[in-house]
């Protein structure tokens, strides 16, 4: 313990506090952000009739390895910063979250493409009540705004999609709705 209080006071003195971390995100500036912002907790309050509101996004089940950006070190009287950002190392399954009910399902997956997305696609539209619109909240993950994911919805009516704003994950935006009025 002797070894530790001179460290503990030399950092004290220079108002340095290396255990604790502030975290920050490089986000891009996005003119729509509140508006899709709104357009998804919208959904997520009120299911319109005939519908069902299901939120998709790939899981990971490897631990976030490394950041995008190398932390930022903390000076005398400002915490270490930490990008939000990180790479992941591999992808192991695709969930679809009915808001409304909170059924599931869920499809491992060894990659994470547009193919794979449209056949998990397929499953989910299967699973869905013929006549029941779908209304897909899904962030802005590649294989999500591929080409072929696209072209692929445009052929399914009824199915409407809303992504969320960049760096914001489809899971985390149903946390940030406020309760409706």
């Known amino acids: 313990m002797a070894v ?4 503990g006071r030399i950092l004290a003195c220079v108002d340095l506090k290396p255990h604790m971390v502030r975290g920050w995100l490089a986000r891009l500036a996005d003119p729509e952000f509140f508006t899709r912002a709104a357009d998804a907790c919208a ?8 519908a069902v509101v299901i939120s998709v996004d790939e899981k990971t089940g490897i631990t976030a390895r490394f950041r995008e950006h190398p932390d930022q070190p903390g000076r005398h009287g400002q915490r270490t910063r930490r990008e939000f950002e990180y790479i992941r190392h591999g992808t192991v399954s695709i969930a679809a979250l009915n808001v409304h009910t909170g059924h599931v399902l869920t499809e491992r997956i060894d990659r ?9 696609l397929r ?4 699973s869905v009540p013929a006549g029941t619109s779908i209304h897909l909240v899904m962030d802005n993950g590649s294989s999500h705004v591929a080409k072929e994911t696209k072209a692929w919805l445009a052929t399914r009516p009824p199915a409407s999609t809303s992504t969320t704003p960049p760096n914001t994950p489809a899971g985390s935006t149903k946390s940030s709705c406020s309760s409706p009025p």
């Open 4 to 7: 530790c209080a001179p460290v």
């Open 112 to 120: 994470d493409n547009a193919d794979t997305f449209i056949g998990f």
């Open 123 to 126: 499953q989910l539209n299967e």
């Open 43 to 50: 959904l997520y309050r009120t299911c319109p009739a005939n």
